[in-house]
């Protein structure tokens, strides 16, 4: 997909967010506190092993073991759940327009493990998942190297902790809050690095997962936090800076597209005045 295509995607994907974003009921229950939302955080575990003993369902209902997805290549490991009504469909789409600039292919140089942080959800759901991302993704030999996983809360809050994955859940939206973004892991199963927001750099992607082949470990990147749960329930409202970039990102947006449709108008009547109407061609031959 064209640069100026994906950016236009994400814009519209903003856009389209920002009225679900802004319509929450402000007498909504409490759930999270503040101080909880204040603890979820995506902390930089660089060098840590992963526990490769959990155990978890795979997208066809099978019983596995993480270690049985590591040994031979890099990992990008994306934590989220399968039903999230907000960024994590953005962070799989992101992952996909960033991967489909690599040469590299999931399933031959890397593969991919996405893992639900919602125990209630099931192993169907990651299926369904799975067909929408490979779909999209459509590069040969991914179903095998792109896997979609569910458990017990004990064996995904182990491995969310030992990436510094944090999260909570709301009882009263019945969502999860929690950060967005990647881990790079290498082959033997340590974090070599991370990628935060819901865009990722195709160079700065292909560099992690070169560096984590090499059963190597980057450097500590900015962690810019982007949080999968904008409205607080405790308040019945939403961040200040939160809906600071809503409002601007829907103006300029707004803006851009007023503009694009006042160029095409424009350019659409200059057209018509240098096209000779077919009336006055005819009358000028016959004279």
């Known amino acids: 997909m064209p640069g100026y295509l994906k950016t236009r995607t994400r814009f519209c994907a903003i856009l389209l967010a920002a009225p679900t974003l802004l319509a929450r009921p402000a007498g909504a229950a409490p759930g999270v506190s503040d101080e909880a939302l204040r603890n979820i955080t995506f902390e930089q575990k660089l060098a840590i092993q992963v526990p490769l003993g959990l155990k978890f369902q795979d997208e066809n209902g099978r019983a596995i073991e993480l270690s049985g997805y590591f040994g031979h290549k890099p990992i990008i490991l994306v934590l989220g759940y399968y039903e999230c009504p907000m960024l994590c469909t953005m962070v799989l789409n992101g992952l996909i327009e960033s991967l489909e600039d690599l040469k590299w292919n999931a399933g031959s140089q890397f593969d991919v493990i996405s893992v639900s942080i919602d125990p209630r959800e099931t192993w169907k759901l990651a299926a369904a998942k799975k067909r929408a991302c490979l779909r999209r993704y459509g590069r040969e030999g991914a179903e095998a190297g792109w ?141």
């Not at 082949?213 to 607080?232: D, E, M, Q, T, W």
Request: overall charge positive; aromatic content about 10%; some cysteine.
């Open 147 to 287: 896997h979609f996983l569910t458990g017990r809360e004990d064996q995904i809050g182990k491995l969310a902790n030992s990436v510094g994955f944090r999260y909570a859940y709301d009882s009263a939206s019945r969502q999860y809050a929690h950060p967005s973004g990647l881990v790079i892991l290498t082959p033997d199963g340590k974090t070599a690095r991370y990628l935060f927001g819901v865009s990722y750099s195709p160079q700065d992607l292909f560099s992690a997962l070169q560096t984590a082949a090499k059963g190597k470990v980057g450097s500590p990147i900015r962690n810019l936090l982007l949080l999968c749960f904008h409205y607080n329930p405790i308040s019945g409202k939403y961040g200040a800076q939160i809906m600071f970039v809503i409002r601007a990102l829907s103006i300029a947006t707004l803006i851009g597209l007023t503009s694009w449709i006042v160029l095409l108008v424009k350019q659409g009547r200059e057209n018509e005045k240098a096209t000779p109407d077919s009336r006055t061609v005819g009358l000028a031959r016959e004279g």
